[in-house]
């Protein structure tokens, strides 16, 4: 159940991810979730000895998932680093660690899986095949490697939070946080557990399995949440945005009709009552556009000398104010 809602969780942030790809310049973190998601989705039980049947190694998929599993670790912190960085360059000291960790992390692994003796396809396979050494150093290794990329990000997010001005950034990257601290008790109890495998010292284990059994989806969790906080935000504002925009733009473009399609020449490209009258019907990213220049032409038509003596009504000027205040929120200049 729990690698089940883990990966339902990590898609639901592939998903949301998605929506905004077109628009985003950078898709890191998108891909690394996919890659993450994957992963989780090999653990599932059922689909795990579905798959592990048909391939020649018995527990192969195992080693692939978790390969993937730290690939997507690597490129998630390095998208969370530069989120948090507000889109500035990691250190690349920093960089190079980080990439080197996970290499050497991925090549120990697969050296160490293939000395685990696992005759057959194991849904839990560290504790069935977790009293090997092999065994141990092949799980080890890996979240030693989540650890520290854990901590890294914990401390990235708590320089970073204060310094974000936007209320979802500091929301999402929070939670990220609480993920990461998450995310540490996780590591630190499966490296309890392979310790523990290995010595016999089943007390240990089963009090260190308590652990990783809440910290595992927790983690996965918290932290796609908070990756989904500001991207969601986003699209709730855009769809707000939109709104305004539908309930402006006919109010907007009735002002314009009855100053600036008088004074033609006040218009930035010429435009005559007649053709914007017809351009009322379309809703798309022009209607935007358009309201930005309706906005500028309105402007410089209260501001021609001879207009000086004609006003607009105080409900058409609230018209505008709003459309100034949404043309300003969008950051286009007036």
Partial sequence: MNALIAALFMWLLVVTLALRAGSRPDNTMLKAAIVIAVSLTANIDGLYLWAARELPWPNGLDLAANVLLVIGVYYLSRAIARGARAGDAANSREESWIRRAAVAAVVIMGVSFYFIDDPYPSASFMLDFGYQPAAA????????????????????????????????????????????????????????????????????????????????????????????????????????????????EPQLTQIWLGTVAQAPAVSLVGTTARPVAARRANRTRGTADRIHR?????????DLAENRGRHLSDAERSVVDKAEGLCLKQGWSL
């Fill in 294 to 302: 309706l906005v500028i032409e309105i402007h410089d038509w209260m």
């Fill in 137 to 248: 150093v092949y799980s080890g290794i890996q979240y030693l490697y989540i650890l520290a990329v854990m901590v890294g990000t914990l401390i990235t997010c708590w320089r970073n939070v204060p310094k974000m001005r936007r209320k979802r950034f500091r929301a999402g990257f929070r939670i990220i946080a609480l993920g990461c601290v998450s995310g540490i008790i996780l590591s630190i109890s499966v490296v309890i557990m392979d310790g523990a495998n290995v010595s016999g010292n089943e007390e240990l284990r089963q009090s260190a399995g308590s652990v990783y059994d809440v910290s595992n989806p927790a983690t996965v969790v918290l932290l796609a949440t908070g990756l989904a906080v500001a991207p969601m935000c986003r699209i709730f504002s855009d769809l707000s945005v939109r709104r305004r925009i539908r309930v402006l």
